[in-house]
């Protein structure tokens, strides 16, 4: 069983940063690739990133290449996002979510485990 709990979001200025956290209580973390995604208010839930089971391929959505980073601890059970150079349009809940194939995937239909959700506000 997979139980996702976020943690790090919050309130940020514009050009700042945040790591969001993801952990899991289970004992199967490194069985599954995981995703990060998030849904503005009155959008849909979009792709932000991805990392496979061992960590070695990541996967990014073009809206935040070069200034979000995936990486996790499978010795920890734990994915993390660490976003920089925070816009305004970042606002969102963001989501993540747990896969159970090896590689990373952009789909949201494709993750069957998901976290309640941690809010990030950017404020300009």
Excluded: H
């Amino acid at each position: 069983q997979v139980q996702l709990v976020e943690s790090g979001g919050g309130l940020v200025q514009a050009g700042g940063s945040l790591r969001l956290s993801c952990a899991d209580s289970g004992r199967t973390f490194s069985s599954y690739a995981m995703g990060w995604f998030r849904q503005g208010p009155g959008k849909e839930r979009e792709f932000v990133a991805a990392i496979s089971r061992n960590g070695g391929s990541t996967s990014y959505a073009d809206s935040v290449k070069g200034r979000f980073t995936i990486s996790r601890d499978n010795a920890k059970n734990t994915v993390y996002l660490q976003m920089n150079s925070l816009r305004p349009e970042d606002t969102a809940v963001y989501y993540c979510a747990a896969r159970s194939q090896l590689w990373v995937s952009p789909d949201r239909r494709e993750y069957r485990y998901w976290g309640q959700g941690a809010q990030v506000t950017v404020s300009s």
